[in-house]
């Protein structure tokens, strides 16, 4: 069974300073696709980077970058130069199967990031 | 702003009501979704369609039915609402079946007393 999992429910930085917020799946087919949201404390869910299975580089979206390490199956989300706006819950999630597109995502991380 | 709209966005309702919640979408996008999160837990996929009258569940279906009439809207029915369907409902949208990113709606924040 796919499954996504994040380990860490709070975490705290600095602000300006770069953070890792850990994800880590298990899917038994080659094709998927891994994502990352953002939720402020508004409630709306916002997309920030994705990464396909066959994608050979990290991708990279403004001050976003998802370290993928295929062999340990992770996904971290790297934020470089932290900003207030930051603070909010994250979650990771993977592409079930080709067809439609189901997502299944983790509990998420809880990001506070301090002045 | 990827053109999704809720409604309504916050419900309260008593238990044993009908209710359907509705997702609307002005991109013409094949795939739509229908999603509910509760403390704890990231969002957990109840259905989704991938094109007018095609519908299939997902996660957590069951007392949750779908229907899909226009490609513009997507509609979640609670039969008879339990305290346990509670929660807030997302609606996605993805042009391509999920192959990249699935765009979400504002929420509908539902209580059931």
């Known amino acids: 069974a796919q499954k996504i999992t994040q380990t860490q429910p709070g975490m705290f930085v600095q602000e300006k300073e770069a953070v890792t917020l850990d994800c880590t799946y298990d899917t038994s087919d080659p094709s998927y696709g891994l994502f990352w949201y953002k939720q402020p404390s508004s409630g709306e869910m916002i997309f920030l980077i994705y990464?396909?299975?066959?994608?050979?580089q990290n991708a990279t979206e403004g001050r976003y970058s998802l370290n993928f390490q295929k062999a340990r199956k992770s996904a971290n989300l790297v934020i470089s130069a932290s900003q207030l706006g930051d603070s909010a819950m994250y979650f990771c999630a993977m592409r079930e199967g080709r067809l439609g597109g189901k997502l299944i995502f983790g509990q998420g991380t809880e990001l506070s990031v301090k002045p | 702003d990827a053109g999704i709209t809720q409604s309504p966005r916050h419900k309260v309702t008593e238990t044993g009501t009908p209710v359907t919640l509705r997702c609307h979408q002005t991109e013409n996008h094949r795939y739509m979704y229908w999603y509910r999160q509760d403390p704890g837990h990231g969002l957990r996929l109840i259905h989704y369609?991938?094109?007018?009258?095609?519908?299939d569940k997902g996660e957590v279906s069951d007392g949750y039915s779908v229907s899909r009439s226009k490609t513009e809207d997507f509609l979640l029915t609670l039969e008879s609402a339990t305290s346990s369907q509670t929660s807030v409902y997302f609606c996605?949208?993805?042009?391509?079946?999920?192959?990249?990113?699935?765009?979400f709606g504002p929420g509908t924040r539902l209580t059931v007393t």
């Open positions: 996605a949208i993805s042009p391509t079946g999920g192959t990249y990113e699935q765009y």
């Open positions: 990464q396909g299975s066959y994608d050979q």
């Open positions: 369609s991938y094109g007018v009258k095609d519908t």
